[in-house]
């Protein structure tokens, strides 16, 4: 496994991030520890997961399979570069309960303990906010992750789905306080067919020194190679694959990019996810494997070097959208 240092920090972190989204909804306790094990043994020390993962009424389901995997022991938490979330609902269905979603300081507090709780340590390494929140000042913000940082429950700070000017401004409060070191990590939709955060979200990570971890790096499975397997066993996309597959042209774009790692003898997803590992500002793709063999899969695509035709080849099939403000005002 290759490591790089997490945004402007001295923290190492491997190249390939482990999501465990699927942890507890669609992979079950013992393999999803089996899964961790690999990651770990591959030398993946990154890993991501969030308060809410578990969805519905098992949400924090996810944070206690690792927080259960952890108490195994064998070094697990130490070895672990551990990333979790905050922001939603973590109450039952419907409107959230005054102060108990989004980033007001009581709620950061209490959702900190609990996710501590959850996965049985006393630290977070990376503490993200899941999303923007547009009624809380960043003043207070920063002021409860001070205290948090002061009592040693969060080391490091990251933002989830921020624009490129809530970046900014983040960063500008955070100086201006003194004494925090700021968003130092940014995870955003961004992979070969979702490129829009290239226009000013990853130049506002670069600028700020946020390493950038892209979400949803093969786009819902779209880039995985899903025509292929259509044709070989039969199996149709699901979720945002089948949607976006409804479009004639986005079907002629992906049938393109297939055509293309073909020729050069290379699978789809781990082409998909060595492209996001050239890309200026990128810390690591995260992975959400639901089996071991897709974890192994992924750490494949950490080795490929991918050719300047083949770059010049996907950047023709999926056009970047340019730099702001070229890429709308002309």
């Known amino acids: 496994m290759k490591y790089t240092q997490l945004g402007r920090t001295g923290l190492?972190?491997?190249?390939?991030?482990?999501?465990?989204?699927?942890?507890?909804?669609q992979t079950d306790e013992a393999d999803s520890h089996a899964i961790m094990d690999?990651?770990?043994?591959?030398?993946?020390?990154?890993?991501?997961?969030?308060n809410v993962y578990g969805w519905g009424e098992n949400k924090g389901r996810t944070?206690?399979?690792?927080?259960?995997?952890?108490?195994?022991?064998?070094?697990?938490?130490?070895?672990?570069?551990?990333?979790?979330?905050?922001?939603?609902?973590?109450?039952?269905?419907?409107?959230a309960w005054p102060?108990?979603?989004?980033?007001s300081a009581l709620n950061i507090r209490r959702a900190v303990d609990a996710s501590l709780k959850r996965l049985q340590t006393d630290y977070i390494?990376?503490?993200?906010?899941?999303?923007?929140?547009?009624?809380?000042?960043?003043?207070?913000?920063?002021?409860?992750?001070?205290?948090?940082?002061?009592?040693?429950?969060?080391?490091?700070?990251?933002?989830s789905n921020f624009p490129g000017y809530k970046i900014a401004q983040a960063n500008e409060v955070a100086a201006r306080r003194g004494g925090t070191i700021g968003l130092v990590s940014e995870q955003c939709l961004y992979?070969?067919?979702?490129?829009?955060?290239?226009?000013?979200?990853?130049?506002?990570?670069?600028?700020?020194?946020?390493?950038?971890?892209?979400?949803?790096?093969?786009?819902?499975?779209?880039?995985?190679?899903?025509?292929?397997k259509e044709v070989e066993g039969g199996r149709r996309g699901s979720g945002r694959a089948a949607d976006s597959l409804g479009d004639p042209a986005v079907r002629t774009k992906i049938q393109a990019y297939e055509d293309l790692l073909d020729k050069h003898g290379l699978e789809p997803g781990e082409a998909a996810l060595a492209w996001l590992l050239t890309r200026p500002g990128v810390t690591g793709p995260i992975v959400g494997?639901?089996?071991?063999?897709?974890?192994?899969?992924?750490?494949?695509?950490?080795?490929?070097?991918?050719s300047e035709e083949l770059l010049a080849g996907l950047d023709e099939i999926f056009p970047g959208p340019g730099p702001s403000p070229e890429a709308f005002a002309w």
Do not use: C
Request: glycine residues 12%.
């Open 125 to 159: 390494d990376v503490y993200q906010f899941h999303h923007i929140d547009r009624a809380t000042p960043f003043e207070e913000i920063w002021q409860a992750i001070d205290v948090l940082v002061q009592q040693g429950k969060i080391l490091y700070v990251g933002s």
């Open 99 to 103: 102060n108990h979603d989004k980033l």
């Open 38 to 50: 690999a990651a770990l043994d591959a030398g993946i020390n990154f890993f991501d997961t969030a």
């Open 289 to 306: 494997p639901r089996t071991a063999e897709q974890l192994e899969s992924a750490q494949r695509a950490v080795e490929l070097e991918l």
């Open 12 to 25: 190492k972190v491997s190249r390939l991030v482990l999501g465990t989204m699927n942890f507890g909804p």
């Open 191 to 228: 992979n070969l067919f979702e490129r829009r955060a290239e226009m000013e979200v990853i130049p506002a990570a670069q600028e700020y020194g946020l390493g950038v971890i892209p979400w949803s790096p093969l786009h819902g499975g779209l880039l995985g190679g899903v025509l292929k």
């Open 63 to 95: 944070e206690s399979i690792i927080g259960n995997w952890f108490a195994k022991g064998g070094e697990r938490r130490d070895k672990v570069v551990l990333a979790t979330k905050v922001y939603g609902n973590m109450g039952g269905d419907g409107p």
